[in-house]
């Protein structure tokens, strides 16, 4: 089978598996290119030196100039792309682990109450929603743009993410009643449609648009509110176990890892005190002769 004939299998297989738009559309911005540059006709003549050759090729390509960008996940990912859709058809660990691009891991730290007040000080009616319903939900950007009224039962969000997992998370009645109110204005059953009723995939763009005219001197994204909403329960005493099943993680230790940079400033001060070591006054006793 020929590279192309193998990618074009691989993606209507991908389709039938009922694979996210989003996903598949992730995968394309490796295996396309990966095919385009192979020197090999079939897949099954890829070997270790193509994934070599196709890293080098990356690394010559002009990096888009992104100030928070991580162009290294990014190259580190489409690496990881290809590696998947070559085990489908055969063609595995071509690398060794040590050979994979390595890259650092960003990291997401929540909105401060004065950031906060920025946004909403110069936002409209519907990016205050934007921030409400994503500060509210903590949804992941895909749960958001596909999130219907009919999710919504008193309180109760369900939200769907990918492989066709749920999850349920409590949001105040003050999110709930500005959900409903924007429901009886709707013409569509989406939360965010577009002006042609499909789920509107620029949030982000909307929101970052809504920065640039606040002036903002921070950074923005759906993922910061996101973490600003699961900082804000955290602060308010929620539980671990139950910040992890509302946040959709599979286990304790990766809502650990979330929040590390989230502090409790009267445990650290109480804690900072507790380890406090204070010696005791010496006691000198007289001199010789006395």
Same mark, same amino acid.
């Given at each position: 089978?020929?590279?192309?004939?193998?990618?074009? +299998?691989?993606? !209507?297989?991908?389709?039938?598996?009922?694979?996210?738009?989003?996903? $598949?559309?992730?995968?394309?911005?490796?295996?396309?290119?990966?095919? !385009?540059?192979?020197?090999?006709?079939?897949?099954?003549?890829?070997?270790?030196?193509?994934?070599?050759?196709?890293?080098?090729?990356?690394?010559?390509?002009?990096?888009?100039?992104?100030?928070?960008?991580?162009?290294?996940?990014?190259?580190?990912?489409?690496?990881?792309?290809?590696?998947?859709?070559?085990?489908?058809?055969?063609?595995?660990?071509?690398?060794?682990?040590?050979?994979?691009?390595?890259?650092?891991?960003?990291?997401?730290?929540?909105? +401060?109450?004065?950031?906060?007040?920025?946004?909403?000080?110069?936002?409209?009616?519907?990016?205050?929603?934007?921030?409400?319903?994503?500060?509210? &939900?903590?949804?992941?950007?895909?749960?958001?743009?596909?999130?219907?009224?009919?999710?919504?039962?008193?309180?109760?969000?369900?939200?769907?993410?990918?492989?066709?997992?749920?999850?349920?998370?409590? $949001?105040?009645?003050?999110?709930?009643?500005? $959900?409903?109110?924007?429901?009886?204005?709707?013409?569509?059953?989406?939360?965010?449609? +577009?002006?042609?009723?499909?789920? %509107?995939?620029?949030?982000?763009?909307?929101?970052?648009?809504?920065?640039?005219?606040?002036?903002?001197?921070?950074?923005?994204?759906?993922?910061?509110?996101?973490?600003?909403?699961? &900082?804000?329960?955290?602060?308010?005493?929620?539980?671990?176990?139950?910040?992890?099943?509302?946040?959709?993680?599979? %286990?304790? &230790?990766?809502?650990?890892?979330?929040?590390?940079?989230?502090?409790?400033?009267?445990?650290?001060?109480?804690?900072?005190?507790?380890?406090?070591?204070?010696?005791?006054?010496?006691?000198?006793?007289?001199?010789?002769?006395?």
């Amino acid at each position: 089978m020929s590279l192309g004939e193998a990618a074009d +299998t691989y993606f !209507k297989n991908l389709e039938a598996q009922g694979k996210h738009p989003l996903t $598949i559309r992730s995968y394309r911005t490796g295996v396309d290119p990966f095919v !385009k540059n192979c020197k090999k006709a079939c897949v099954a003549d890829v070997d270790h030196q193509d994934m070599m050759d196709f890293m080098k090729w990356m690394r010559e390509q002009p990096v888009p100039v992104r100030r928070h960008g991580n162009p290294n996940r990014t190259m580190a990912n489409k690496v990881l792309y290809v590696a998947i859709f070559l085990k489908a058809f055969g063609r595995e660990k071509l690398l060794k682990k040590k050979e994979y691009p390595r890259y650092h891991e960003k990291k997401i730290v929540a909105h +401060t109450d004065a950031e906060l007040g920025t946004l909403y000080s110069h936002a409209d009616p519907e990016e205050w929603f934007l921030l409400d319903f994503f500060i509210g &939900s903590m949804a992941r950007d895909h749960e958001g743009f596909n999130c219907t009224y009919a999710d919504l039962t008193g309180t109760t969000l369900t939200l769907y993410g990918k492989q066709h997992k749920t999850r349920t998370v409590e $949001i105040t009645q003050r999110l709930a009643a500005a $959900i409903a109110e924007r429901r009886k204005r709707s013409k569509s059953e989406l939360l965010f449609p +577009t002006q042609g009723g499909k789920p %509107d995939t620029h949030l982000l763009r909307r929101l970052q648009n809504l920065a640039k005219r606040a002036e903002a001197k921070f950074h923005t994204e759906l993922h910061k509110l996101r973490k600003t909403g699961a &900082s804000r329960r955290f602060l308010s005493d929620v539980p671990l176990m139950t910040l992890m099943q509302e946040l959709g993680h599979d %286990d304790l &230790s990766t809502t650990q890892k979330y929040l590390p940079d989230v502090r409790k400033e009267e445990e650290i001060r109480k804690a900072v005190a507790d380890a406090d070591f204070v010696p005791k006054p010496r006691l000198v006793s007289g001199t010789d002769g006395d």
